[in-house]
C-alpha cells in the first residue's frame, strides 16, 4: 500500500485511534526503556522535593493551582 494511502486512511480514524497509533509509530522510532523512565521521573521527583524542602521553591494549595489551571483553560478559547 503506497504510504499517502495509508496516510489518508489514518487521518480517518477517530481521535482516539490516531492518538494510539500515532504513539505506536514514535515508539517503534526510539525503543523506550521502561526502567530508563521510571528512573529519570524517580530522580525529577527528588530533585523537586529537595526544592521544596530547600526554599528555592513555594509550593500553592491544590485548590488553588486546580483554579489557575480552570482560568487559563478558559482563556484558550
Excluded: F, K
Excluded at 31 to 48: C, K, Y
Amino acid at each position: 500500500m503506497p504510504v499517502e494511502q495509508l496516510v489518508e486512511q489514518a487521518l480517518s480514524l477517530p481521535a482516539e485511534a490516531r492518538a494510539l497509533l500515532a504513539d505506536r509509530l514514535v515508539e517503534s522510532l526510539d525503543p523506550v526503556d521502561e526502567h530508563e523512565i521510571q528512573a529519570l521521573w524517580a530522580e525529577e521527583a527528588t530533585r523537586r522535593l529537595d526544592d521544596v524542602r530547600s526554599g528555592r521553591v513555594d509550593t500553592i494549595p491544590a485548590a488553588q493551582a486546580i483554579e489557575q489551571v480552570r482560568r487559563s483553560l478558559e482563556h484558550e478559547d
